[in-house]
DNA sequence: AAGCGCCACAACCGCAAGGGC
DNA sequence: CGCCCTTGCGGTTGTGGCGCT
């Protein structure tokens, strides 16, 4: 794609946006919402190709996005992340509600890789410069899912994560994860094991491996079983909500909404959607939070019609803020990995099949959602989501909660 | 003050994948 | 099945600010 031909043909603009430019994009999309990107420009006025809409939206405008310097709890999570899926910046970027991938790869190439190297770690590796010295490894040979999407993780940190603590028990029942897994939902997947593996270092209750198994991985696949589908079911059910990790089939769909920040996340779709694991009054508690779906606001939920794809987001992130805000959660909104809160007893799950990507499985993990979530009782969320849309999250001007405009020039 | 290099960030570019026809 | 369009991702480049000389 790059530069498309029609960039050429109508002489766009390209370079740094202008705030009147910033301005027409951001009251296009608040009104309309984007629909089709390519079409975005011309609806909106702008002399830019859709594609450089889009990434200025979803890397500059997106309400929803948390400005600032990343707090070491970031940081840490973000090179947690990277040891076990590489340089796959979007599903990094998936467990750091707020955070664009652009922004992690920045902060990664001009940051985080000085400091682990500072600390005698191979950024690329993960392994002690030393280590990776002494072998005669060329670092940048080996990077874990760099560029490569079919390359396993770390195995060395998924030992470390998730596979330490012994466990005198037989090994626990394999559970297909399905047959058809994508690429895509594999990097879900990943994600989704990553979440898993940052909690489980902060956690010691693990028992014994649940097997995740995928008929791609372990059978079609040439590659050696990817040690991420591995996650302790006990741990599963459990010990904190990052380890409620499901797959579903149509992640693409999923991500198909980019203001729908962590993205990546919707893929992962909990039990519920596989029935095989929650009791009968889980799956109950779940058909009736699914009546939710029902709200006008959940209608916005596929995104590429009407206004709402931005409202009812921002509205989740209004609730992700105030929540973490008054939890006291530490690093601005990262995710708090400390939380032990068990949604399974706690009966707030709100899935349905239907509905799965209504719900932000970063905000999720992070324990704010489910905070908000619990807080609310079933009448209560559903005015909070009738709020959304009448109310939605943009002032009257059409302007964020933050102006763009510390763009231009040097911001932050 | 001017020149230079470094750094951080925004934006671009090229490619891959999915969906519709 | 192939083509086209669109979206999304990751690598790379361009730009402007800042500090040092």
Known sequence: MGRHSCCYKQKLRKGLWSPEEDEKLMKHITKYGH?????????????????????RW????????????????EENLIIELHAVLGNRWSQIAAQLPGRTDNEIKNLWNSCIKKKLRQRGIDPVTHKPLSETEAAGEDPHKHHPGDSDKTSGPSC???????????SPNPPPPLIPLGSERS????????????????????TSSLDQPLILTSHESSSSCSQPPNPMDYISLPSLMNFNTNSLLWLNQSS??????????????????????????????????????????????????????????????????????????????????????????SLVDSSIFSWSEGESEDLKWSEYLQGSFPVSAALLNQSQQQTFF???KAEGYFPSDGLGPWHPTSNYGKHL
């Not at 979803?58 to 709890?73: A, C």
């Open 183 to 202: 690429s895509c939902c594999k990097d879900s997947m990943a994600a989704a094991a990553a979440a898993a593996a940052a909690a489980m270092k902060e």
């Open 252 to 341: 693409r769909q999923f991500t198909r909404n980019p203001e729908l920040s962590c993205s990546s996340m919707y893929s992962v779709v909990p039990i519920m959607a596989s029935g095989s694991i929650l009791s009968t009054p889980m799956a109950m508690d779940l058909k009736s939070m699914a009546n939710l779906s029902s709200s006008p606001a959940s209608a916005l939920v596929n995104g590429t019609n009407g206004n709402g794809n931005g409202n009812r987001n921002n509205h989740y992130w209004e609730a992700c803020h105030d929540s973490s805000n008054s939890s006291g959660s530490s690093g601005g909104g990262g995710i708090d990995l400390q939380s032990n809160s």
């Open 156 to 166: 060395e940190l998924l030992k470390l994560h998730s596979f330490t603590a012994p």
């Open 386 to 388: 009738g709020e959304v």
């Open 35 to 55: 629909g089709c990107w390519s079409s975005v420009p011309k609806l909106a006025g702008l002399q830019r190709c859709g594609k450089s809409c889009r990434l």
């Open 58 to 73: 979803i890397n500059y405008l997106r309400p929803d996005l948390k400005r600032g310097t990343f707090s070491e709890q």
